[in-house]
């Protein structure tokens, strides 16, 4: 990355976008901090952004030759407001960019797999990144971390099935690198912890670290989508109960060395992040 770079962070006020935008500006890139309000972001320039509004998609692309990928919240279908951004983008002189996608979704696959499949066509230089499950999911705005807080409840349709969550800061440290190395990785990454939990797991973790009794509480498919489509739409409801479904059976029992392979480091256990979130809380 030359030092006249600059990406652009799209969702640079979310989950992995600010810590994202953080580290690329902490290493000393040029950063655009896209966000719907064009918030303020420290150590890059803030600008306004929404996937649904195209008029204000080229001012945004502005001298970016980089960007980082945040698919809009809740769209079960994201290709037909996205796919357009990314031709737009290459039209303005972006030359790689690298997409936040799922550990769940394969290219070719729902919602944002459209896109996947897409970005190699388009883009000489790119990334797919395909989390797993964010262990922040339990500590911050998620509806389990608001389940936990409010009640000491976690609730999903993923009975016994474990899950290799990862920590966002794991996964802005591969993002980081992805835009920012000589050479782009040209492939997807599928981005884990260091051991895969079931929720049983995860709830024993959060009474161990806080001292509050907290308990996994098992739903079924149709009870999980009827309780999120209260919260969003019903389409992406059903795809995220199909998926904890699909967690039950065992698609997401994996972990893989990707964040060691790309950072050089190994990824943080779900117990540090319990413990950083503790000590940061006083």
Excluded at 28 to 44: C, L, Q
Excluded at 54 to 76: F, K, M
Excluded at 124 to 132: D, F, K, M, T
Excluded at 139 to 165: L, P, Y
């Amino acid at each position: 990355m030359t030092a006249t770079s600059t990406t652009l962070v799209i969702g640079a006020t979310g989950t992995t976008g600010s810590r994202t935008a953080a580290r690329l500006a902490a290493a000393g890139h040029r950063v655009r901090a896209a966000s719907r309000r064009g918030t303020p972001v420290p150590g890059a320039e803030p600008v306004r952004f929404d996937w649904y509004d195209p008029a204000t998609h080229a001012a945004a692309l502005g001298g970016a030759d980089r960007v980082y990928l945040v698919p809009p919240v809740g769209d079960p279908g994201p290709a037909a407001v996205m796919l357009p951004f990314l031709r737009l983008a290459r039209a303005c002189g972006v030359r790689r960019a690298v997409l936040l996608s799922s550990s769940a979704v394969p290219e070719d696959g729902p919602a944002v797999g459209q896109v996947h499949r897409a970005l190699p066509d388009l883009f000489g230089q790119w990334a797919v990144l395909r989390p797993s499950w964010f262990m922040q999911n339990f500590t911050g705005t998620h509806v389990h971390a608001a389940g936990i807080r409010k009640e000491g409840v976690i609730r999903t349709a993923t009975g016994d099935g474990r899950i290799g969550f990862v920590d966002a800061e794991d996964i802005a440290a591969v993002a980081a690198r992805a835009l920012t190395d000589a050479h782009a990785p040209d492939t997807d990454l599928v981005l884990t912890g260091p051991e895969a939990l079931s929720h049983d797991d995860i709830a024993a973790a959060v009474t161990g670290v806080t001292g509050r009794p907290v308990e996994h509480r098992r739903l079924t498919r149709e009870q999980m989508r009827d309780l999120l489509s209260a919260q969003m739409p019903p389409a992406f409801a059903a795809l995220l109960a199909d998926m904890d479904h699909a967690i039950s059976e065992g698609a997401e029992d994996r972990v893989t060395d990707t964040v060691l392979r790309v950072t050089g480091r190994p990824p943080g256990s779900f117990r540090a992040l319990l413990e950083r979130e503790a000590e940061r809380r006083g």
